[in-house]
């Protein structure tokens, strides 16, 4: 036992080390994005500095603190590397791996509470850099706060509203019957979206979390999913139903939204919208809850 103990702070320590040799100073470098890339190092020694001490993860098993060892380490480096050169592909393609792979990890939610707004920001300074790089593999659509104004929102008559709120997993838009209990039909169209292709070569993936959507209310899909091409007006759009696969029920409004399997987007355009749907029916006792934080949309020859 005491080997194995002498073993586990090693792993530790030696991690820490690894990183801290290296100090960052922000006034060495002069880039758009330097200082997202400067605060994202810091956040990256305050979580290892947490870490060593053993403040967060403590619910992770030892591979997996090992696991997220490694990727701080490995983060900092790239994040180092983009700071010299915003233009170095191969550190923004190991920082985009790193992300994916420890995202995979099972983490539990109290440790996703401590280390999410550090994953959120990293993905959305990958997606920027891809464009700095002009490899904009995949476009997105967060549904914030911010980009209200750039959404149209459809209501029926007594239908729930789609509202904006935001949690440790990032901001999302939410709409739920609990309290109405109505029928009615809930629609948010997103901007356009402009491909530098037909979206034909494309697919999309929905982030969300959703609750209390039975397998008889998935039969009658009361959550849908849709894309067009770009129309003069909104109304002149042909929708086409997507075959998105929403995955089980959440145990839980605290857990972080997980993303659909990648669909194909069946338009011939290169500008295009997409259109979610929320239905209620309180004849047959269906009062979903959707809580939808964005979209991705991925080349399929990536």
Known sequence: ???????????????????????????????????????????????????????????????????????????????????????????????????????????????????????????????????????????????????????????????????????DFGEYLSVDSFRNKNDGVSKVITPIVKLDKEALNFQVEFRLLTRFYNAEAREKGLIKFFVGANKESVDDIDWIELDVVIGPDAASFNEPPSSTQLTDINVDNDEIRFLISYESRKDDGFFPALNIYGLKIKDKDD
């Open 1 to 167: 036992m005491k080997i194995l103990a002498l073993l586990f702070i090693f792993i530790l320590s030696s991690c820490k080390s690894e990183q801290s040799n290296e100090v960052v100073s922000l006034s060495n470098y002069d880039s758009e994005y330097s200082t997202e890339l400067f605060q994202l190092v810091n956040k990256n020694d305050q979580l290892q500095d947490e870490f060593s001490q053993q403040i967060i993860l403590l619910g992770a098993t030892n591979l997996q603190r090992r696991s997220f060892s490694d990727f701080l380490v490995r983060s900092r480096r790239e994040l180092i590397l983009l700071l010299q050169n915003s233009y170095d592909q191969r550190a923004l393609d190991s920082l985009k791996a790193e992300l994916e792979r420890v995202k995979g990890e099972a983490f539990q939610v109290r440790d996703l509470v401590y280390i999410n707004n550090y994953l959120l920001e990293l993905g959305k300074l990958i997606e920027s850099f891809y464009i700095i790089q002009g490899r904009n593999s995949f476009y997105s659509v967060n549904f914030t706060k911010a980009s209200l104004d750039d959404l149209l929102f459809i209501k029926g008559e007594f239908a729930s509203e789609f509202s904006p709120r935001t949690n």
